[in-house]
């Protein structure tokens, strides 16, 4: 497993804007496919965005044209570009790995066996 340690969460107003990053250690980052996923109070973690080791995208249809996932390899990060947040995208945001082959983007939840703590993310209206 790989240890990942979110950051870049806080409050932000309705139409703003945040960027989220993920750190990872322990393992070799580009082994792995990558995801955010959130958790608003109630409900289940969702998956909102992933890459492929090779760089292959795949956002969920509540946040396509909004978000945008990216990796930086040699800096064993990942980020998500949060842009035009509603109120209804507060939740804690989650980072996540799954081993994978170069060109899988990772859909399915189970196949994530690393995960961060987690970030607050709170869009205030």
């Known amino acids: 497993q790989v240890q990942l340690v979110e950051s870049g969460g806080g409050l932000v107003q309705a139409g703003g804007s945040l960027i989220l990053s993920c750190a990872a250690s322990?393992?070799?980052?580009?082994?792995?496919?990558m995801g955010w996923f959130r958790q608003a109070p109630g409900n289940e973690r969702d998956l909102v965005a992933a890459?492929?080791?090779?760089?292959?995208?795949n956002y969920s249809d509540s946040v396509k044209g909004r978000f945008t996932i990216s990796r930086d390899n040699p800096k064993n990060t990942v980020s998500l570009q949060m842009n035009s947040l509603p109120p209804e995208y507060t939740a804690v945001y989650y980072c996540?790995?799954?081993?994978?082959?170069?060109?899988?983007?990772?859909?399915?939840?189970?196949?994530?066996?690393?995960w961060g703590q987690g970030t607050q993310v709170t869009v205030s209206s």
């Open positions: 890459i492929s080791r090779s760089g292959h995208t």
């Open positions: 996540a790995a799954a081993p994978a082959s170069y060109t899988v983007v990772v859909l399915t939840t189970t196949l994530y066996d690393s």
């Open positions: 322990g393992r070799t980052f580009s082994d792995y496919a």
